[in-house]
């Protein structure tokens, strides 16, 4: 799977915008953990794609994500999108 172009794209201009220069260095899960503001640009996008913003290499279809814990175990369950 991966992200399309356009929404890293995106991504990228959103942060240079509110962050300058610097911007490169925030895009890690570490910051979007502790920085109410890096949340709110990651979940606007991802709200603005509708949660699509994984793509199928192969199929090049839309797919999402579920996670769920299963007796003591993690499942990610992948569907496609329509």
Do not use: W
């Not at 172009?5 to 610097?22: M, T, Y």
């Not at 899960?29 to 640009?41: E, G, H, V």
């Amino acid at each position: 799977m991966c992200v399309p172009d356009k929404i890293l794209v995106r991504l990228f201009l959103d942060f240079k915008e509110a962050f300058g220069d610097k911007y490169q260095s925030l895009i890690t899960k570490n910051s979007y953990r502790k920085n109410p503001k890096i949340q709110q640009i990651i979940n606007d996008i991802i709200q603005d794609y509708q949660f699509t913003v994984l793509q199928d290499i192969d199929s090049q279809k839309f797919i999402k994500l579920k996670h769920v814990y299963v007796g003591n175990s993690n499942r990610l369950i992948v569907t496609e999108v329509s």
